[in-house]
Nanobody, 124 residues
């Protein structure tokens, strides 16, 4: 089994920055990808960034491309999401997730293990 624990959320003004972290434990080497998914209150989950553990390729949702950067440490046990130029529309609960196959890039349905989430609030 794999366990994921996020941290780093908080409140920030528009234009500010935050970096989220996600520590993974367990059989993480069996996973093909890790990613960040967010959920705005009252809406469904939206995949915003994915990184593939094998080659390190990354994918971004258009709404965050150029502002957010997904990365992981060399041991692939900690996942990061650097968020810059934050907007009020980025306000959401952010989840770290991992999947085995990850064929459908950015799709939340590809993930089978989730963290508990960390709240990000951006004020105007």
């Amino acid at each position: 089994d794999v366990q994921l624990v996020e941290s780093g959320g908080g409140s920030v003004q528009a234009g500010g920055s935050l970096t989220l972290s996600c520590v993974a434990s367990g059989y993480i080497d069996k996973r093909n990808c890790m990613g960040w998914v967010r959920q705005i209150a009252g809406e469904g989950r939206e995949g915003i960034a994915t990184i593939y553990n094998g080659g390190g390729s990354t994918w971004y949702h258009g709404s965050v491309k150029g502002r957010f950067t997904i990365s992981q440490d060399s041991a692939k046990t900690t996942l990061f999401l650097e968020m810059n130029s934050l907007k009020p529309d980025d306000t959401a609960m952010y989840y770290c997730a991992t999947g085995v196959y990850c064929a459908n890039v950015l799709s939340p349905s590809e993930y089978d293990t989730w963290g508990q989430g960390t709240q990000v609030t951006v004020s105007s």
